[in-house]
């Protein structure tokens, strides 16, 4: 994985308290290399280098799959937060890390990589604040069988000519279905396995990439740790059910 010099077992980086209720905290608990091949359809030699992740933050370093120059399926680790490809890194200072369905398409920040620059985005889980009488509770949403899945993700290489290139990435993001619906009004968008090889394909047309931009409600919502609200933590116990003592 040597798309940028991000180490997958970095520390997160701080994450702005604002950014808590938007689609931008998510999991992979189970980084298995031997599943993650089979699961993304990957070679045998495809290196992986994945430490477990609990709460997976902006600006972090993220496994991403995408597709190389002979068109195979390459496993690598970008920069969660696009950099579009004319931005200077050092500068840019705007947080993308979700690009909405409705308007990726003609969005200046999102177009080139939306036509060009489309990759699978690693995960098994994602965290939102569901509203109850005692306030903002995390749940954890996954697929029923809690198995790995990919989020349609949009990536960019920036800087390179003086500096080293910054490989980053954005998280699709659509209207919820019915599932994630009552708990807030966006979801990232989460592939189904059949779509992930025209989504990642370059000769998908823009329609059928557009229809591939769809909610989902083959999933699962778990009520879990408030630790989760602290993007230090990251831990197995943060996907555990909280303690109630009444």
């Not at 799959?65 to 004319?86: D, K, M, T």
């Not at 920036?158 to 500096?163: E, I, L, N, S």
Request: with cysteine.
């Amino acid at each position: 994985m040597s798309w940028r010099g991000l180490s997958a077992g970095s520390p997160p980086a701080a994450t702005p308290p604002s950014l808590r209720r938007m689609c931008g905290r998510y999991t992979l608990t189970d980084p298995d290399p031997r599943l993650l091949r089979f699961r993304f359809g990957l070679t045998e030699e495809a290196k992986i280098e994945q430490a477990p992740r609990y709460n997976v933050a902006p600006t972090d370093p993220v496994l991403a799959v995408r597709l190389n120059a002979h068109g195979e399926r390459e496993p690598g680790v970008l920069r969660w937060g696009l950099i579009p490809r004319h931005a200077n890194p050092d500068s840019f200072d705007r947080l993308l890390i979700n690009a909405r369905a409705e308007t990726v398409a003609e969005a200046p920040a999102f177009r080139d990589a939306f036509a060009t620059h489309r990759c699978l985005i690693v995960a098994d889980g994602f965290y939102e604040w569901r509203a109850e009488e005692t306030g903002k509770k995390p749940v954890w949403v996954t697929r029923p069988s809690r198995e790995p899945f990919a989020f349609a993700g949009l990536w960019a290489k920036a800087g390179g000519a003086d500096g080293p290139a910054v490989h980053s990435c954005a998280i699709v993001t659509c209207e919820p279905g019915e599932v994630v619906a009552p708990i807030h009004d966006r979801m990232p968008v989460i592939l189904g396995q059949p779509d992930e090889a025209e989504w990642l394909d370059p000769g998908t047309g823009q329609e059928r990439l557009r229809a591939l931009l769809a909610p989902t409600d083959d999933l699962a919502v778990t009520e879990v740790s408030d630790a989760v609200n602290d993007v230090r933590q990251d831990e197995p116990a943060l996907i555990e059910p909280p303690l109630r003592l009444f």
